[in-house]
């Protein structure tokens, strides 16, 4: 946690360094002492769960196992496990400087692998992490996801069996998906994804009791956070980036940061010396 208890989020890993959502970007986060890291997790056909932020795998970025792209685009929930280890990406859209990519930029891990290597990198660095895992569900047209039901219970097992769940949060934009976290969970903590609000923050705290809010920090007033603050939640809207925007939202009171480029925002914390 950087000066003034900012809590420091790396946005599906130290993105801006190396390809977002995959090991070397978490190493990379975990390195750089970060308090959590967010993450996007879809589920497969048969029922794993995947780290990925797109709802489907598209021609632009996946390339099938000869190198060539895969043809059509297709949900992740559509494709098997092995059809999804089977693919290489190529997601450099958040890295600062383009380059040749590591070999492990370009596979798409599971949960299960995440948790393994995180562990291990938060003992080799004797820093303990806290994951966020966002739950995507997203209607895609004709195209239905998985039940809330469905895919909270699969995150919840492995959580339970290969993580620990007071390091854990869960997030989301879609709010079946947190009524089923509350449903089957009383110990994992909420966080809540806005862009624009469609009512109160007051009437969701309600709601989730969350620990989080997460907004889109471009859509927030200092007195809307000083109102969740009042509530009870931690302030840490998404995504930021310049020195300018953790400036300004610092100074209208939230009580963390969610961005591409922890190394920065970290540089820029303790050079700040806020008190």
């Not at 999804?84 to 891990?109: A, C, N, Q, V």
């Not at 309600?206 to 997460?214: D, E, V």
Request: contains cysteine; aromatic residues 8%; proline residues 5%.
């Amino acid at each position: 946690m950087g000066e003034k208890n900012i809590h420091v989020q790396a946005h599906r890993g130290a993105c801006s360094e190396y390809v977002e959502n995959t090991l070397p970007a978490f190493q990379r986060a975990v390195e750089l002492r970060v308090d959590s890291i967010e993450l996007d997790v879809h589920l497969t056909r048969d029922g794993a769960v995947v780290v990925y932020h797109d709802d489907e795998i598209t021609p632009e970025w996946c390339r099938d196992k000869l190198g060539n792209p895969v043809p059509f685009s297709l949900p992740i929930w559509e494709m098997g496990l092995q059809e999804i280890r089977d693919l290489r990406t190529r997601i450099d859209r958040r890295l600062l400087i383009k380059r040749t990519l590591l070999e492990d930029e370009k596979k798409i891990p599971t949960l299960d692998e995440v948790f393994e290597v995180v562990r291990k990198w938060s003992s080799e660095f004797n820093h303990s992490i806290v994951l966020d895992i966002e739950i995507k569900r997203q209607n895609l047209i004709e195209k239905k996801p998985p039940s809330s039901e469905f895919m909270v219970r699969q995150v919840l097992a492995e959580i339970r069996r290969n993580w620990k769940v007071e390091h854990t949060v869960i997030r989301s934009f879609d709010f079946s998906v947190l009524d089923e976290v509350k449903r089957q969970s009383t110990e994992v903590p909420i966080a809540v994804l806005t862009y624009e609000m469609e009512t109160t923050f007051k009437e969701i705290y309600h709601r989730f009791q969350p620990k989080i809010w997460a907004p889109y920090y471009q859509n927030i007033s200092s007195g809307d956070i000083a109102g969740a603050r009042s509530l009870g939640a931690e302030v840490i809207p998404y995504t930021v980036n310049t020195l300018q925007s953790f400036e300004k939202m610092i100074a209208e009171g939230v009580t963390g940061l969610t961005t591409d480029n922890p190394k920065l925002l970290l540089e820029y914390l303790n050079r700040s010396k806020i008190e």
